[in-house]
C-alpha cells in the first residue's frame, strides 16, 4: 500500500477524509495542506507525511490511482503553481 495512505490509516483517518485529502490535492495543493493538518495526526507524524507530499510527488499519484481519482486535476494543479 502507498506509504501515504498507510500514514493515514494508522491514524484512523476515515476513507471519506482520505479522499477529501486527495480531492484537495488534485483541485488545490496549497489548500490540501491545511486539510491534512486538520486530520489531527500527531505533529512528527504529520512533518513526515507533509515530506512525502512535496518531496516524492509521484506517491500522490499512486495514491490518487488506488482511490480511483482523476489525475489528470493533479497535473492541472501543478501546472497552474508552475504559472
Not at 485529502?21 to 507524524?45: S, Y
Amino acid at each position: 500500500m502507498n506509504p501515504i495512505l498507510t500514514l493515514l490509516k494508522e491514524h484512523n483517518v476515515s476513507d471519506e477524509q482520505t479522499k477529501a485529502v486527495f480531492q484537495a490535492l488534485t483541485e488545490n495543493p496549497l489548500m490540501a495542506m491545511t486539510t491534512v493538518q486538520e486530520l489531527g495526526i500527531p505533529q512528527e507524524k504529520l512533518q513526515s507525511l507533509m515530506m512525502l507530499l512535496m518531496q516524492q510527488p509521484e506517491l500522490i499519484k499512486e495514491a490518487v490511482n488506488e482511490l480511483g481519482l482523476d489525475f489528470s486535476k493533479v497535473e492541472k494543479a501543478k501546472a497552474s503553481l508552475n504559472k
